[in-house]
């Protein structure tokens, strides 16, 4: 199969964009000439900046040479424009400089808010090395590697996970990096898997989660401006690097990002917007009213989206044009390294300057869904496509045939399945040009496997539901959990006779914090049915953020009865937990042999530590399975992979 070829450069600013500004500066043509006039006005941009870094470790919360990272990544940022902008070798220099030296030395990323340290500063650092990589610079090939080596390994991982444990901006700031490592490092999968999760993620950072309706209400309009206008502007950073890649991100759910942008850009010019009460994906965070704090204090966020959706797309967006105009030129993106700023210079072009490409790219951030009778396809369109094919296959990496051409949406929804059967899609592009190569692949199950099935205990949501892509399976699950005499949770399940072993990891991260899941033998699924059940559950902690994960075994000897915990808590440590949040893979085992019940946990899938046992007169035959719970109003959303059943 044909791979993506990755545009370079292709995160904030293409070649296109360099050239732009380059002759815009040289003429003195505005208002980029006074954008450009603001930027070299901060110490960033300074020739003679001196690099403050490198160090081995940052950190934040507590805080480990934040701001000395930030400045430097600011730095590297600004001196790789201001070398494309005047074409001057010593700020290219310079940016190599810092690049080169902290790709070198820093090795850890660390604090109980590491997620946002490693999603903010170094995403000006990528973009960075981005430009100095693809405007000959004098970067050598070996330090191209090693940078290559640093954002994959050191700062990757602290981001791969994302932040569903907190709000909406923690998980834009780290779509949008690992969005960008995956452009830099050609790795396409670490690209489509920003991508997915910008479109479908767990957390309150995934698009629609974080601007909640139609209306563009933001998940953060109840905390304040400040960060509501900062969230929004991460993820249209994610949108103009999928420009530049050939993907339409920005037009993505009928242009959501643009009414939370109107929305805020109203609230902030001191406008009345409507507000609906929200409780957050965390089940944390619960606002009645737009907060007032840091109301009308603009950042500088809003020239990218007004070029993008009036200048390139011909689009209206009165109240993003307005907060554009009222700060014009945008300054720096403050504080420290949150965001770029400097609008007016990086993104000011003239009306109609959409450039429709050849479909080079494929089409990306492909979600599917599957059901006995059918797989529903969505997905993000290509610039400048006319038409879709779908294409299927029956095990992974093809071959494919393709089930449908001349598709005009950005869907398809495919009749033609068996039930539990595990199909393999892929998709291009066409227009008059030519066809795009495919789409980077997805598997899904037509329902689940052979022999499972999935209900809802106790009480049935809307919202309820499990897919399998054959690796492991994604529960989205309603209620409160097993309780003493009745339970309301969502479960997958399959008969067991006789004696068995179900085994399972739980995949980082739940997309709540107050979310239970485990592993369960059960003689029927009415809400006061008899069981045995390991449960991985939060304990209560003094904060709400720092819960006591622990695993507990639990029973109801019999139907009608009440359930008794018959095990103490036995609390998880690193790394399944840090912080307190549930951040990392852990295992779980249920076994029966005869009466006799175990439960078992581990942090490698070798080593087993054995919860407790208990003995109970369940029925030879019962129901083995995985239930879940979102303890709070809200569904809760947690990934399962390795499950076994065996039958002893």
């Known amino acids: 199969m044909d791979a993506q070829t990755f545009m370079h450069p292709g995160l904030l600013?293409?070649?296109?964009?360099?050239?732009?500004?380059?002759?815009?500066?040289?003429?003195?043509?505005?208002?980029?000439?006074?954008?450009?006039?603001?930027?070299?006005?901060?110490?960033?941009?300074?020739?003679?900046?001196?690099?403050?870094?490198?160090?081995?470790?940052?950190?934040?919360?507590?805080?480990?040479?934040?701001?000395?990272?930030?400045?430097?990544?600011?730095?590297?940022?600004?001196?790789?424009?201001?070398?494309?902008?005047?074409?001057?070798?010593?700020?290219?220099?310079?940016?190599?400089?810092?690049?080169?030296?902290?790709?070198?030395?820093?090795?850890?990323?660390?604090?109980?808010?590491?997620?946002?340290?490693?999603?903010?500063?170094?995403?000006?650092?990528?973009?960075?090395?981005?430009?100095?990589?693809y405007t000959n610079a004098g970067w050598s090939n070996k330090d191209i590697q090693q940078t290559e080596k640093h954002f994959k390994e050191v700062i990757y991982p602290v981001l791969k996970d994302f932040a569903p444990f907190a709000n909406g901006n923690w998980d834009a700031a780290a779509i949008k990096t690992v969005m960008a490592i995956?452009?830099?490092?050609?790795?396409?999968?670490?690209?489509?898997?920003?991508?997915?999760?910008?479109?479908?993620?767990?957390?309150?950072?995934?698009?629609?989660?974080?601007?909640?309706?139609?209306?563009?209400?933001?998940?953060?309009?109840?905390?304040?401006?400040?960060?509501?206008?900062?969230?929004i502007a991460l993820l249209s950073d994610c949108c103009e690097m999928a420009w530049h890649q050939g993907l339409d991100l920005y037009g993505y759910a009928n242009n959501r990002l643009l009414k939370g942008f109107e929305y805020?850009?109203?609230?902030?010019?001191?406008?009345?917007?409507?507000?609906?009460?929200?409780?957050?994906?965390?089940?944390?965070?619960?606002?009645?009213?737009?907060?007032?704090?840091?109301?009308?204090?603009?950042?500088?966020?809003?020239?990218?989206?007004?070029?993008?959706?009036?200048?390139?797309?011909?689009?209206?967006?009165?109240?993003?044009?307005?907060?554009?105009?009222?700060?014009?030129?945008?300054?720096?993106?403050?504080?420290?390294?949150?965001h770029p700023g400097y609008g007016t210079l990086l993104y000011t072009r003239p009306p109609g300057s959409a450039i429709i490409h050849h479909p080079r790219a494929a089409p990306g951030g492909i979600i599917a869904t599957g059901s006995n009778q059918q797989i529903t396809l969505t997905w993000v369109g290509t610039t400048g496509a006319e038409t879709y094919s779908v294409k299927r296959g029956e095990k992974s990496g093809g071959p494919y045939t393709t089930i449908a051409k001349n598709i005009l949406a950005t869907s398809y929804t495919d009749k033609q399945v068996k039930p539990g059967v595990v199909y393999y899609?892929?998709?291009?592009?066409?227009?008059?040009?030519?066809?795009?190569?495919?789409?980077?692949?997805?598997?899904?199950?037509?329902?689940?496997?052979?022999?499972?099935?999935?209900?809802?205990?106790?009480?049935?949501?809307?919202?309820?539901?499990?897919?399998?892509?054959?690796?492991?399976?994604?529960i989205e699950a309603s209620g409160n959990g097993l309780g003493d005499t009745r339970d309301t949770c969502f479960v997958i399940y399959k008969p067991l006779q006789g004696d068995g072993t179900i085994t399972m990891r739980i995949d980082p991260?739940?997309?709540?914090?107050?979310?239970?899941?485990?592993?369960?033998?059960?003689?029927?699924?009415?809400?006061?049915?008899?069981?045995?059940?390991?449960?991985?559950?939060?304990?209560?902690?003094?904060?709400?953020?720092?819960?006591?994960?622990q695993l507990r075994l639990l029973s109801r000897a019999k139907t009608g009865g009440v359930t008794t915990v018959d095990t103490p808590g036995r609390p998880l440590e690193e790394p399944a937990v840090t912080y307190g949040r549930l951040t990392g893979y852990y295992w779980l085992r249920l076994q029966r042999k005869g009466n006799e019940f175990a439960g078992f946990g581990s942090y490698d899938g070798q080593d087993w530590t054995p919860v407790g046992s208990v003995r109970l007169s369940l029925k030879k035959e019962v129901l083995v399975g995985i239930p879940v719970s979102a303890g709070m109003p809200n569904s809760t959303i947690v990934q399962i992979d390795n499950v076994s059943v065996t039958n002893n």
């Not at 909640?212 to 206008?229: C, L, M, P």
């Not at 009308?296 to 993008?308: K, S, T």
Request: net charge neutral; charged share 20%.
């Open 13 to 133: 600013q293409s070649r296109e964009d360099l050239e732009r500004m380059k002759t815009a500066v040289a003429a003195k043509q505005e208002p980029i000439y006074a954008g450009y006039q603001v930027f070299i006005q901060n110490p960033a941009s300074q020739a003679a900046y001196n690099m403050q870094g490198p160090l081995a470790m940052v950190g934040r919360n507590p805080t480990v040479g934040q701001t000395t990272y930030d400045n430097d990544a600011n730095a590297a940022y600004q001196h790789a424009l201001m070398w494309a902008i005047t074409g001057e070798k010593g700020y290219a220099d310079t940016a190599i400089k810092i690049i080169n030296a902290w790709s070198a030395t820093l090795r850890a990323v660390t604090g109980r808010d590491a997620v946002l340290m490693a999603g903010l500063g170094p995403f000006k650092m990528v973009n960075a090395a981005e430009i100095i990589r």
């Open 425 to 474: 899609y892929t998709l291009t592009a066409t227009n008059a040009k030519g066809e795009s190569p495919h789409a980077f692949e997805v598997g899904i199950a037509a329902g689940l496997p052979t022999a499972w099935k999935q209900q809802a205990i106790g009480a049935p949501a809307s919202t309820d539901h499990a897919n399998y892509d054959g690796n492991g399976f994604r």
């Open 264 to 338: 805020t850009a109203k609230y902030n010019l001191n406008k009345e917007v409507p507000f609906m009460h929200e409780l957050d994906r965390t089940g944390k965070y619960e606002h009645f009213t737009p907060s007032e704090q840091s109301r009308g204090d603009l950042r500088p966020v809003y020239e990218q989206i007004f070029n993008h959706y009036v200048n390139r797309m011909g689009l209206a967006a009165p109240f993003t044009k307005q907060a554009a105009e009222k700060i014009r030129p945008e300054g720096p993106g403050k504080p420290g390294a949150d």
């Open 182 to 231: 995956g452009i830099f490092c050609n790795d396409q999968a670490i690209y489509e898997r920003a991508l997915q999760y910008y479109v479908n993620g767990a957390g309150n950072g995934s698009l629609t989660h974080y601007v909640i309706n139609e209306a563009g209400q933001i998940e953060e309009t109840g905390r304040d401006q400040a960060h509501t206008q900062l969230g």
């Open 509 to 549: 991260e739940p997309s709540s914090q107050f979310s239970k899941m485990g592993l369960m033998m059960r003689e029927a699924l009415t809400a006061n049915s008899a069981h045995a059940s390991l449960m991985l559950y939060p304990g209560k902690t003094n904060s709400v953020e720092a819960p006591s994960w």
